[in-house]
């Protein structure tokens, strides 16, 4: 029996671009100054996407407006990092009333020593905003085109909008018209999200929902708790992530001027910052019902392997700490 020769399968015409790829070679990118780096120097990358995280309560609405206004008056953020692009802000804050808008920014003002009416930043007054949704991408794009804003602050991430955090392929939209948004107008996005309840030895793996929100970011800041005393540490894509530092809220004499500061220990180059850590350690021992092991108190304090190990080495040696089977605990006394 004669076999019938099988015929190749047609192929789909390929669609001839009219518009050429533009490819350049590498020694001819442009390269970027180092003054042109930063919007707020060690804190915050110039045209930078990324998230404040943390859970409840750890002044993530707080440190959002402080870059903001920081950006917009050129005044150091946290009176710490300096303002290198200053420039007008677009804040949205989706859980705050307008009136406790205000009030939060006249206390940042006030501790700044300038007016609000002086304040080069704008405020998104629509109680509403969905960037799941193309008529809201395209209202806050008219708008970003309209302002030529430095620096954009969404918050939090979760009421802008209403898809699965979960599921990276719902997600991965959204962050790509944030990227887009980011990339036409030269924008540096700030998003506050949520961490979950679950301890993690990197603060990025415990934001809420997929993994893609902790994957956009060319700049972190986190926030937990401790005690009265608030930590942040800060993440780079492209630079030398600083020491986690120590916050306090504080106010005036009157209980104006609310503010997030840098404590002087913590910022201090002169060896006071090591003894913050000293003291955080001992505290936390001592409050600890059992040994901690050196996991725990790494997550607990959200500082590096390097600064705890010198710093429980040293309170060794000083016979302040004993290292036991079950971890690290205070020292019994002589």
Request: some cysteine.
């Amino acid at each position: 029996m004669r076999v019938a020769a099988r015929r190749p399968c047609p192929q789909a015409p390929v669609a001839v671009s009219t518009t050429a790829l533009p490819i350049v070679r590498a020694a001819l990118l442009e390269v970027e100054p180092e003054e042109q780096r930063w919007l707020i120097e060690g804190l915050w990358a110039r045209s930078a996407i990324g998230l404040i995280g943390g859970a409840p309560k750890c002044c993530k609405t707080w440190f959002g407006l402080d870059m903001a206004v920081s950006v917009a008056t050129g005044t150091r953020a946290l009176g710490h990092f300096p303002v290198a692009a200053g420039g007008p802000t677009l804040i949205y804050l989706a859980e705050d009333g307008l009136p406790q808008v205000r009030s939060r920014l006249e206390a940042l003002c006030r501790h700044r020593g300038v007016g609000i009416a002086q304040l080069d930043l704008h405020v998104i007054t629509s109680p509403v905003l969905r960037l799941d949704l193309c008529s809201d991408q395209e209202r806050l794009s008219e708008a970003v085109q309209r302002m030529r804003p430095r620096l954009l602050l969404l918050d939090p991430l979760v009421r802008l909008h209403r898809l699965d955090e979960n599921s990276a392929a719902e997600i991965s939209g959204l962050l790509g018209y944030i990227r887009d948004l980011q990339r036409r107008f030269d924008l540096a996005v700030v998003l506050v999200h949520h961490a979950s309840k679950k301890q993690r030895s990197q603060p990025g793996q415990a934001l809420r929902g997929s993994s893609d929100l902790h994957a956009i970011g060319d700049c972190n800041a986190y926030l937990a708790r401790h005690g009265d005393h608030i930590v942040l540490t800060i993440e780079h894509r492209a630079a030398r992530s600083p020491e986690p530092l120590i916050l306090d809220l504080v106010a005036d004499d009157e209980g104006n001027a609310t503010h997030l500061c840098v404590r002087a220990e913590a910022a201090g180059g002169d060896g006071r910052q090591q003894h913050s850590l000293h003291q955080q350690i001992l505290d936390l021992l001592d409050r600890a019902s059992e040994p901690l092991t050196r996991t725990a108190l790494r997550a607990r304090l959200a500082v590096n392997n390097q600064r705890l190990g010198e710093a429980l080495a040293q309170l060794e040696r000083e016979r302040r700490v004993a290292r036991t089977d079950q971890g690290w605990s205070i020292a019994p006394l002589s």
